[in-house]
């Protein structure tokens, strides 16, 4: 079936927009894709395309432009609606943040502001699961970063459960995304985390609150 399978989203600091590539799965006739970015319910940006492919890419600016960082974790909210003249194949929705980070120097400039990180490194051990956590023991181990006077993690050798970073994105915490090490290096290893790697940015490169990727 038509299908919407695979979204990517950029903060365009230059423009004052939005990037997206969006990814369309089933496809073989003419579609149209509409996009709607809303923040707190009021429609900020809007973009109509027509795709007889299997992939989208264009640029939404915006009315309003509200930077998210851990103080204020501003997210926009997106809808995408997948039809032709006769039939809707798809909607999906998501959330995403106008986020910006450079390198100058030794400065890290999260949306060209110096930011000094202060980061715990997060284990991502749980009482009752080890490693697989419920949503209370999330919320409670983000909010403790917080408490404790943390504005972000170090994500140490896991790649965490999605909502964890969903939380983060809400929150307002900045992670460094990290790879397991491997324990045999060989071209088998090579191969496989490689592969496994690109797909995990693929998965979470729309979190915005991750902000370093470490392989």
Not at 43 to 57: F, P, S, Y
Not at 75 to 92: G, H, I, R, T
Not at 106 to 125: H, P, S, V
Request: proline share 2%; glycine share 6%.
């Amino acid at each position: 079936p038509v299908h919407i399978e695979r979204l990517k989203m950029t903060a365009n600091e230059e423009k004052k927009a939005f990037d997206f590539e969006t990814r369309i799965a089933g496809t073989g006739i003419l579609c149209t894709l509409k996009t709607s970015v809303y923040f707190k319910g009021t429609l900020v940006g809007e973009n109509i395309t027509k795709i007889n492919g299997d992939k989208a890419i264009y640029s939404i600016p915006l009315s309003e432009v509200h930077y998210w960082n851990v103080d204020t974790p501003d997210l926009y909210d997106v809808k995408y609606e997948l039809y032709n003249s006769s039939k809707q194949f798809d909607v999906v929705t998501s959330q995403i943040g106008f986020r910006t980070i450079k390198i100058d120097g030794n400065k890290i400039l999260i949306n060209n502001k110096n930011t000094f990180l202060r980061l715990a490194l997060e284990q991502g051990y749980y009482r009752k699961g080890i490693y697989t956590a419920t949503m209370d023991e999330l919320i409670e181990e983000v909010n403790w970063i917080k408490r404790l006077g943390f504005n972000g993690i170090r994500m140490h050798q896991k790649l965490e459960d999605e909502r964890f970073y969903y939380l983060c994105d809400l929150m307002g915490i900045y992670v460094w995304c990290e790879m397991p090490s491997c324990y045999d290096f060989n071209q088998d290893t090579v191969d496989n985390t490689i592969r496994e790697w690109k797909e995990a940015i693929r998965q979470y490169y729309n979190h915005t609150s991750i902000i370093v990727w470490t392989p």
